[in-house]
């Protein structure tokens, strides 16, 4: 099953048999100081800059996020979109939990985006789901309802199953429906990737959607962050995790090495060309002052 998203001149295809989609994280305010303080301003260069540098280190997709206490997302969002649009050309996700600050993102989004996100609540199908069907988007589903989370594999099967039957009731075709079967920390409990990971082979077998990770998430309040992160996305992507949230700069190599590992990657051509793309992008930094 493929999901397509678009720009105005690329597409990315999103499915078990490709290359594995890094949708980068990084416009995104929450605890990111110097973003917020930006957006606040008024300052859209640090996001421009922010998008530049993620599709530098290998970003397929950009996650949009404006949310900052007191903004007009509304209004922030679409001009922001309007100029990340000329500055790269990679589709974009639109994230926000406010159905006016989406529709006013998708309203100045070129070609196909991806939405992030609805989950199981009834509130969120009801609003966000139009939206879908009304721009032609695609969607990212979580496992998650107006119960919460819940803490079975089987419990978000249901979830991912009510999400994905109140879509084709409005005509969203299921290739468009992108599941998250939702990361929590093993800092607070051992079984979380346990229960993420069984979730991801389960959706596999039952739906056969693409699979979205936070990947990042699995970490939190542990040390030696990316090496925990690295090790849970490779397996997640050998169950059939297809895209995931994150940061290119951090995720890029293992990602491409596990596309290279799986035989998506011919000649190791894609891992090379990240490689040395990479090496450049540490040497630029290097070179910045402070």
């Keep these: 099953m493929h999901t397509l998203l678009q720009s105005a001149t690329r597409e990315v295809i999103i499915g078990l048999d490709r290359p594995f989609v890094i949708i980068g994280e990084k416009i995104n305010p929450t605890g990111r100081k110097k973003l917020a303080a930006a957006l606040s301003e008024g ?4 996001a421009c800059q922010l998008a530049k540098n993620q599709v530098a280190w290998g970003a397929d997709v950009l996650d949009i996020n404006v949310g900052v206490p007191g903004l007009d997302e509304e209004t922030v969002v679409k001009k922001l979109v309007g100029l990340l649009a000329a500055e790269v050309d990679v589709p974009f996700c639109l994230d926000s939990a406010n159905p006016r600050v989406l529709a006013a993102g998708l309203a100045a989004t070129p070609g196909k985006p991806l939405i992030n996100s609805v989950s199981g609540e009834k509130k969120r199908l009801d609003t966000i789901l139009p939206l879908v ?4 988007a695609a969607v990212i589903g979580l496992t998650m309802d107006d119960n919460g989370i819940p803490k079975t594999p089987e419990g978000r099967i249901a979830v991912a199953d009510k999400i994905i039957e109140k879509a084709a009731k409005l005509s969203i075709p299921v290739e468009d429906i992108i599941i998250d079967p939702l990361v929590l920390t093993v800092g607070s409990d051992s079984k979380a990737a346990l229960i993420t990971l069984q979730t991801v082979e389960l959706l596999r077998k039952e739906f056969g959607v693409n699979i979205n990770l936070g990947a990042s998430n699995v970490s939190f309040g542990l040390p ?33 090495a596990a596309d290279m590992l799986l035989g998506k990657d011919d000649n190791s051509i894609r891992y090379l060309k990240y490689f040395r793309a990479a090496e450049k992008m540490k040497a630029l930094e290097n070179e910045k002052p402070g």
Aim: proline letters at 7%; aromatic letters at 4%.
């Design 133 to 136: 069907k009304d721009r032609g």
């Design 224 to 256: 030696d962050r990316p090496v925990i992160n690295q090790v849970f996305l490779t397996l997640a992507i050998q169950l059939g995790a297809t895209c995931s949230i994150t940061d290119p700069s951090k995720l890029g190599t293992p990602v491409k």
């Design 43 to 46: 300052n859209l260069d640090y």
